[in-house]
């Protein structure tokens, strides 16, 4: 399987992945691709029922040999780790470390993915891939404007994905 990262096992890139509530089938799709030394730390956004208990990550780690948790707040992302938001949990990130709010405490219709998908591309000095369901002009035009590098539309090929992810990982 292709290596990313073949010296250390240090954290170069943070892949944020977003879905939709039906997204299982795609994570696991792409996790079950990835090598185990990639040094990214991925974290998985889904819009997900507030009241309702998930197993996502349980059902993740059957799908890749990495380490697979439930975000928790103040959690620092490391290498070739896996981190699923948890239910009713409005998610960003900053300085690589995940940031946890109760969706009920917010106010307005809740964009859990493209909140996430802003700091993430804030947090990572613009070193950041969308990828999305949707390759209408005005989705592509908000990434690119927030930070992203670039703009990827299912179906992702995973080796143009992996790729892009990798080329991405080696620019200063």
Known sequence: MTTLNDTDNSLSLIVGVGASAGGLDAFSELLSHLPTDTGMGFVLVQHLSPGQESLLSELLARTTRMPVATAENGMTVEA?????????????????????????????????IDV????????????????????????????????????????VDINELISSVSALSRRQ
Do not use: W
Request: charged share 20%; with cysteine.
């Open 80 to 112: 070739n780790h896996v981190y699923v938001i948890p239910p009713n949990a409005q998610m960003t990130i900053a300085e690589g470390q995940l940031q946890l709010a109760a969706c009920d405490q917010l106010q307005g219709r809740i964009k859990t």
């Open 116 to 155: 996430f998908f802003e700091s993430l591309a804030a947090d990572q000095k613009n070193k950041a891939i969308a990828l999305s369901g949707y390759a209408d002009p005005r989705s592509i035009g908000a990434s690119l404007e927030a930070g992203f590098q670039e703009y990827l539309s299912k179906p």
